[in-house]
């Protein structure tokens, strides 16, 4: 029976099912697989909106600009040892489309921009409980953020940034009853920012995310389902040294939306 519901999980987690790190702050969620080791993994799925007013190193954006929504698939893992986790994740999205902006160019003409955009992000933490349901972490997170431009005036180019940082956060949960449980988790940081094409300077950035939700822990199944929000914040301040024309116009992207999800508990 139980290789049946191994397999079962595994098909949910290729097709995209979740579960956030604020769940490992439960011991309920995990399954012992030694003597104080527990262990679990599974497949986030962040259904969001992105909203950003600069698109890459050329600044190709002056208006907040909101892409349509997309998802986000982020395989993760963790593992604790007493009190001690580590925990591990990444995101891929698809072609996020953002609308078209038309503005009065220096010509003077009517220039029009056409921009996609897709994102990676990688998160590392090492945390330790300091009750059952409470842990405070410690990481590095690795966002990398491709645009695609076409202008009605210059054509098609394409931008990369770079963010990476540390970060600092706390996880928690509480059972409210019949194998649910809230939970909730908060992290921030500072990051450097880079480009490509590349730049002469090195940007710096704030990073924010906060996340709240439910959770279920199948009481006969190594299982738990997750139903979350999640909110994340990074502000880039622009380097004068680099762009005049963007120094006083920071770069500011939030990225928001639900997050679903299935945990594999080994």
Not at 127 to 144: A, D, F, H, S
Not at 168 to 197: D, E, K, L, R
Request: hydrophobic share 40%.
């Amino acid at each position: 029976m139980r290789k049946i519901l191994s397999a079962a999980v595994l098909a949910c987690l290729a097709l995209g099912a979740v579960a956030p790190m604020a769940a490992y702050a439960d011991d309920d969620n995990s399954v012992q697989v030694g003597k104080d080791v527990f262990m679990s993994a599974g497949m986030k799925l962040w259904i969001n909106t992105w909203q950003t007013n600069l698109t890459g190193n050329s600044g190709k954006s002056w208006t907040q600009l909101t892409a349509d929504p997309n998802v986000g698939y982020i395989p993760n893992l963790s593992l604790k040892y007493k009190k001690l986790l580590l925990a591990t994740s990444f995101m891929a999205t698809g072609d996020y489309k953002f609308p078209r902006e038309s503005f009065i160019d220096a010509g003077p003409t009517t220039n029009a921009l056409d921009i996609t955009g897709s994102r990676q992000e990688f998160d590392l933490n090492v945390g330790y409980y300091v009750v059952p349901q409470v842990v405070l972490t410690m990481g590095y997170k690795g966002v990398t953020e491709k645009f695609h431009v076409v202008s009605s005036r210059t054509g098609a180019s394409d931008n990369k940034v770079y963010l990476n940082g540390v970060t600092f956060g706390v996880a928690g949960s509480a059972p409210i009853g019949n194998g649910f449980s809230v939970y909730g988790s908060g992290a921030g940081g500072p990051m450097f920012v880079t480009y490509t094409p590349a730049s002469t300077y090195t940007d710096s950035a704030i990073y924010e995310a906060s996340e709240l939700g439910i959770a279920w822990h199948a009481p006969r199944a190594p299982l738990s389902a997750t139903l979350g929000y999640k909110f994340q914040l990074i502000q880039t301040s622009i380097s004068s040294s680099n762009s005049v024309n963007y120094s006083n116009l920071p770069r500011s992207e939030v990225t928001r939306g639900l997050m679903l999800g299935l945990n594999y508990l080994f």
